[in-house]
């Protein structure tokens, strides 16, 4: 049974940073590409990143490219989502998720696809 535990979320002014974690246990993380999402309030489950099994290709929507960082250490079972220049409009529920594979370079931005998720850690940011 794989198990994903997300931390590091927190309040932060607008402008600010916050590094985001995602603890896997429960199979060999390794085989598993990853990646985080998002939820505001009132509104549906959206993409923020992905990175392959390899850690070799990441992925981004569009908002948060050149403000956002995902990555992976494989030797701690983690992937990490650094979010800097935090606006307010990125204030929701982050989740982390994961999907086994066995293309290594394959990353994907649908809810979908995934079939493990987090509870979610909350960002808020203020302005």
């Known amino acids: 049974q794989v198990q994903l535990v997300e931390s590091g979320g927190g309040l932060v002014q607008a402008g600010g940073s916050l590094r985001l974690s995602c603890a896997h246990s429960?199979?060999?993380?390794?085989?598993?590409?990853m990646g985080w999402f998002r939820q505001a309030p009132g509104k549906e489950r959206e993409f923020v990143a992905a990175?392959?099994?390899?850690?070799?290709?990441?992925y981004y929507t569009d908002s948060v490219k050149g403000r956002f960082t995902i990555s992976r250490d494989n030797a701690k079972n983690t992937v990490y989502l650094q979010m800097n220049s935090l606006e307010p409009s990125d204030t929701a529920v982050y989740y982390c998720?994961?999907?086994?594979?066995?293309?290594?370079?394959?990353?994907?931005?649908?809810?979908?696809?995934?079939?493990?998720w987090g509870q979610g850690t909350q960002v808020t940011v203020s302005s």
């Open positions: 998720a994961a999907e086994y594979t066995y293309y290594t370079g394959t990353v994907s931005s649908t809810v979908e696809h995934y079939s493990h």
């Open positions: 429960g199979h060999t993380f390794s085989g598993y590409a």
């Open positions: 990175i392959s099994s390899s850690g070799e290709v990441t």
